[in-house]
């Protein structure tokens, strides 16, 4: 293999490309936790989500607790909580380590209504692969789910070298 003019370039551009995808993602999914969890103090988004917790056998016995309004507040402090706990990691990667945690936990609730949500699928277009609105608007939570698990491998590596390291570039 002959060494090119480029050959001590790539990895550089490798690492920067690596950082700059971390930092989107960090704080992309930091973003649409926190947005999302704003929008759950509305009469709007308690409503939407009401019909996807009913129908979950693990959580919908939280609606014989709270009404449907006030455990769509509780869970937008939650989901604000998590949104500023996944941001703090340049400074404290062990409270972002939490809020990834947090952060696995409600998208793995969230794609567990993929599986307990009547709709999910569209009957009409034959079921299974097509998706219904629901299913669409259920299915980008695995992807959020990964990057949520990232934040948490990502945090952590950073707590073991004393918040200096990112595993982006590993």
Known sequence: MTAGPNTVESPSREANVRRVGAEISRYGL????GW???LKF???EAQGIQPLVANSPVMSWLY???SVTTFSSLLGVVEVTTAALLAVRPWLPKVSAVGSVL???LFTATVSFLFTTPGVV???EGGFPWLSMT???LIKDVALLG???WTLGDALAATNSGGRKSNVAS
């Open 42 to 44: 509305t009469q709007y």
């Open 36 to 38: 999302i969890g704003v």
């Open 103 to 105: 952060a696995i936990g």
């Open 30 to 33: 930091a973003l649409v936790i």
């Open 64 to 66: 014989e607790i709270f």
């Open 122 to 124: 569209d009957a009409a």
């Open 135 to 137: 299913g669409q608007f």
């Open 147 to 149: 990057i949520a698990v």
